[in-house]
């Protein structure tokens, strides 16, 4: 970490010229162009190189369409299939997204209890790790059995997958806490709600973020499984019926949409962390 | 600083009673942290607890603080027994504990929004310190844009501006390096100086403890308790390398030195006792 020069030994102990241009801070480090190359230009062009030789070499080596369609094919398929792929994307958003908000909230919470009680964490963490070794794809028929056709057995698996990497990483953030600094707060008379809201929650923020950059990307997945169970909507419904009939271009469509969904919401979750930890991204060297 | 008002001075400003804490560890015997210690200090005095690690000065002060419940005797400040609550003094410890998530003004008046301080009033004071605290135009940066001396004097302001006459300083620069250590020193002499406020202040480092206290209290380990009390006669401002009392200080240094050692009080220059030698006689 680069820092202004101290200047402490002046009479009063003021530096004598600082101010904050001076400093290095809200600098730009290391270069802008270098940055551009590196975190832009570099994947990109392993993308394109990619989806290039994906292109060219499978129909050269006869390779059938329907085997595997080359990425213009699919580009078209997605165009050409729209009016039937766009309402069964918004289907299974809504389940990730419903998902996702149901494991976020039963997670927070008890990230909290888990953090704040020996006793409620002794209880629930062997049935928290138990949980993760059921396999999801197995009990999903149950939760049809149990809830029908609708969405409420896809939200249920969704928040199932989610739930797990949200709640470990909460109690992680929550378990991180300086315990000098909430002896700090506690030599100032802070009580419970305080310590937590100025203390603990701003802590425990890197690691729920963590929690969630993971747990979105799941959800997509979790969607997916609870469509393929059993449904009449969503990409997942829609990826079965295409395989059944062998129209694989748009199978690999609804991957690229599902994909597409996955990345969007990490991207998500990855600027409303920068917006609600401002500190971070302005300290990261 | 409005925030202190004038009391009366024979008040003192903090009382500890004979104080002591026991830890009564599961399976084992109890373990006597500190016994019956006892000690006073007068309003704007500078007063360091000196001691080995294990002496008990770290457990005396959060009892003074209010973090821990002492096992006998009571810790009275400014004639009320606060004994076992919190909030009544500043704190600060080594580590300057500036939260990573506020810039450094909603730092500095971290301690000050606890205790329920109008926080705009307290804001408006602290703007007015940053020059004075060598941090002017940081007031919204954040607490890892700072160097460690930078931090540690954030942390300073932080005690400061909570508003109460006694700041209770942990060790606060054992971190720094020797040279901003001194600086330190200096800058915390004028501080303390400036803003008419009792000092307690934690160290090992018996150099430390001669150049900055009025009076030092010096405490050994096993069980934890109070040695000797000395008053440091050296007039200020002090230099540090003032060849004049060097020798003075030299003096003070060796006495504090045998008794630390657990034997009497000890005239010779190179004296040292046995290890076996029995403990909590001197002082």
């Not at chain 1, 802070?190 to 937590?196: S, Y």
């Not at chain 2, 600083?1 to 009673?17: C, G, I, N, S, W």
């Not at chain 2, 607890?49 to 009275?76: D, Q, Y």
């Not at chain 2, 403890?209 to 440091?232: W, Y």
């Amino acid at each position: 970490m680069t820092t202004v020069a101290e200047r402490t030994s002046s009479p009063q102990g003021v530096p004598a010229s600082q101010s904050p241009t001076d400093g290095d801070i809200g600098a730009p480090r290391g270069g802008w162009a270098k940055r551009f190359f590196g975190a832009i230009l570099a994947p990109a062009a392993i993308i394109v190189l990619f989806l290039a030789i994906w292109q060219i070499l499978p129909p050269a080596l006869g390779v059938e369409s329907y085997i595997l369609p080359t990425p213009l094919e699919i580009a078209d398929r997605i165009v050409q299939d729209w009016s039937l792929l766009w309402p069964n994307m918004l289907v299974t958003l809504n389940e990730i997204l419903l998902g996702f908000l149901l494991a976020f909230v039963v997670a927070m919470i008890l990230g909290v209890a888990v953090a704040h009680s020996r006793v409620i964490n002794r209880a629930i963490y062997p049935l928290l790790v138990a949980s993760q070794t059921v396999p999801v794809i197995a009990i999903a028929p149950i939760f049809i059995i149990w809830f029908g056709y609708g969405i409420l057995p896809k939200v249920v698996i969704t928040a199932l997958v989610c739930f797990f990497p949200l709640t470990v990483n909460a109690v992680a953030g929550y378990a991180s806490v300086d315990p000098d600094a909430k002896m700090l707060f506690k030599a100032h008379g802070a009580g419970r709600i305080r310590t937590f809201r100025l203390l603990s929650l701003p802590s425990a923020l890197p690691s729920i973020f963590a929690g969630i950059k993971i747990s979105v990307t799941l959800a997509v997945i979790g969607a997916t499984i609870g469509e393929w169970v059993g449904s009449q909507e969503g990409l997942g419904y829609v990826i079965l019926q295409a395989s059944a009939q062998i129209i694989t271009a748009r199978v690999f469509a609804a991957i690229v949409l599902l994909s597409v969904m996955g990345i969007a919401l990490f991207l998500i979750a990855t600027l409303v962390e920068r917006l609600v930890m401002p500190w971070r991204a302005a300290t990261r060297r | 600083m409005a925030t202190t008002e004038p009391r009366m001075d024979d008040v003192p400003a903090l009382e500890v009673h004979a104080v002591s804490k026991y830890f009564h560890p599961r399976g084992k015997p109890p373990v006597v942290a500190l016994k019956a210690a006892t000690i006073t200090v007068k309003r704007g005095e500078f007063v360091s607890l000196l001691g080995p690690s294990g002496c008990g000065k770290t457990t005396l002060f959060n009892m003074i603080a209010g973090l821990i419940e002492p096992s006998e005797g009571r810790i009275v400040i400014d004639g009320e027994d606060v004994t076992g609550t919190a909030g009544h003094v500043g704190y600060m410890l080594q580590k300057d504990l500036l939260l990573p998530w506020r810039t450094i003004l909603k730092n500095v008046t971290l301690g000050a929004q606890l205790l329920g301080r109008d926080i705009r009033a307290v804001e408006q004071e602290a703007r007015s310190l940053f020059e004075r605290f060598g941090l002017k135009g940081f007031e919204d940066a954040w607490p890892a844009n700072l160097s460690g001396g930078m931090r540690q004097r954030a942390a300073v302001m932080r005690t400061l501006l909570s508003g109460r006459d006694i700041l209770l300083l942990d060790e606060p620069f054992g971190a720094l390096d020797a040279m901003s250590r001194a600086n330190m020193q200096a800058w915390l002499l004028d501080i303390w100086k400036e803003y008419e406020r009792t000092v307690v202040f934690v160290t090992h480092d018996i150099d430390e403890a001669i150049f900055l206290s009025d009076r030092i209290i010096v405490m050994g380990a096993r069980p934890g308790s109070v040695r000797l009390e000395i008053t440091v006669e050296s007039p200020r401002p002090r230099v540090l390398d003032d060849v004049e009392t060097a020798a003075y200080r030299a003096q003070l240094k060796q006495r504090i030195l045998s008794v630390i050692h657990g034997g009497p009080a000890a005239d010779g220059p190179h004296q040292t006792t046995p290890s076996a030698a029995p403990v909590g006689a001197a002082g």
